[in-house]
């Protein structure tokens, strides 16, 4: 008798490793996805990929950087309004680049300058 309930734990046992090794696999499958479609950031809406603007953080599934919406927000641009100006974008999308922004000011910062300093070098050209 003995013998017959610790079978009985064992395989209850077995059946509740098995449900958390799907759970861990299930969690693993959804990180390789993540990491494939770019490197995985505090922020759930920004990524960073070195096949998409050389890592510089982006709006996951557009090609929008957190970079273009501060800059939009600078010129006076509510959420609603770059959401309007790219609808692929929604709120949430826009308010998690801000909040990246104010995350990592200095990193964006450093984007917004290269940018700058890129088109600077573009008109320098154009003019010559």
């Given at each position: 008798m003995?013998?017959?309930l610790e079978i009985e734990r064992i395989y209850t046992e077995l059946g509740t490793?098995?449900?958390?090794l799907?759970?861990?696999?299930?969690q693993l499958a959804q990180m390789m996805e993540a990491s494939?479609?770019?490197g995985v950031t505090e922020?759930?809406?920004v990524i960073r990929s070195p096949r998409k603007h050389r890592s510089e953080p982006?709006?996951?599934?557009?090609?929008?950087?957190v970079r273009t919406v501060v800059e939009r927000a600078r010129i006076g641009d509510t959420p609603e309004q770059?959401?309007?100006a790219y609808p692929v974008l929604t709120l949430a999308q826009i308010h998690?680049?801000?909040g990246y922004y104010y995350d990592h000011p200095g990193e964006i910062e450093g984007y917004i300058q290269e940018n700058r300093e890129a088109q600077w070098r573009l008109k320098q050209r154009a003019s010559s």
């Open positions: 003995n013998a017959a490793i098995r449900q958390e799907v759970t861990v696999k299930t494939q479609h770019g922020h759930p809406h982006t709006i996951r599934g557009s090609s929008i950087t770059i959401v309007e998690d680049a801000l």
